[in-house]
């Protein structure tokens, strides 16, 4: 009976596989590069990360925080007179690839699911607007305001030593900065004198061949705190200062840092 009772198990284990997600399912990814049509190039990795948990009942599939790449796949600048005289609009999109879940399968993402180019999703003026908030605008605009963001941000984009970002007066920017907007898990980074943990993500998300580290099981781990944390330095970086559209004119499309949208599994 005890060998009959295994065999049953196995049986039925083998017989009901753990469950996967359906083809059309969303999933809401935010952006961890700042793209733009005007200075961004072709092939260029674009890291995206999932805002939340996927599940099916309650067993979670996709975790917050799971990150896939992307590819820069359409990039045009659009001067001042491109699309008018020229029939040459500003074009970025970007090309999908596939999200890994908790099995370890690779599920394929599509930016919609019917008609020609599914994989590619366009960014346009409409899709790319941030809603401004008042209490993080006023939050830069106090003294270290802003420099303590763009310090953040700035490590996100790998662009910050630990030495920087973890200095006496950047450390109580950040912490008068973090309280001030209640980001409580990029107070307790820097309370912790855990800010390499977010230094160590934004390297690793500079670093080219993201997408073939990505492939590895178990190469890539961040902790939870580094994740929320994340999602709240993204919420500041929409606020920042766009210096790629002064820099490059014209009417191009801005994506940036932080912008959220929603992908498709397209098994």
């Not at 969303?26 to 990360?49: A, K, T, Y």
């Not at 670093?207 to 902790?223: F, W």
Request: proline residues 3%; hydrophobic residues 45%; glycine residues 8%.
């Amino acid at each position: 009976m005890k060998w009959l009772a295994i065999f049953g198990f196995g049986f039925i284990a083998t017989m009901c596989p753990a469950q996967s997600l359906p083809r059309g399912t969303e999933i809401r990814v935010m952006l961890l590069r700042q793209l733009n049509s005007g200075g961004s190039v072709l092939r260029e990795e674009v890291p995206l990360m999932v805002m939340e948990d996927v599940k099916i009942g309650n067993r979670t599939i996709i975790r917050e925080g799971t990150l896939t790449v992307a590819k820069v796949k359409q990039v045009r600048r659009e001067g001042a007179f491109s699309a008018i005289v020229f029939d040459k609009p500003a074009r970025l999109a970007i090309d999908l690839s596939t999200i890994r879940d908790e099995r370890g399968d690779d599920l394929k993402l599509a930016a919609k699911m019917n008609g020609k180019d599914r994989q590619l999703f366009q960014f346009n003026r409409e899709n790319t607007k941030i809603k401004r908030e008042a209490d993080i605008e006023g939050a830069l605009g106090r003294a270290n305001g802003l420099k303590a963001g763009q310090m953040l941000v700035d490590a996100l984009r790998g662009a910050q030593s630990i030495e920087d970002i973890d200095n006496s007066v950047i450390r109580t920017a950040l912490l008068e900065l973090a309280h001030g907007l209640r980001f409580g898990n990029i107070y307790e980074l820097a309370k912790d004198r855990r800010l390499s943990d977010l230094v160590a993500f934004g390297a690793l998300l500079a670093k080219p061949g993201l997408a073939t580290a990505l492939a590895i099981p178990n190469v890539v781990s961040v902790g939870l705190l580094t994740i929320r944390a994340v999602k709240e330095i993204a919420k500041i970086g929409r606020h920042l200062p766009n210096f790629l559209s002064r820099k490059f004119g014209g009417r191009n499309i801005n994506a940036t840092i932080g912008l959220e949208f929603s992908v498709f599994v397209d098994r």
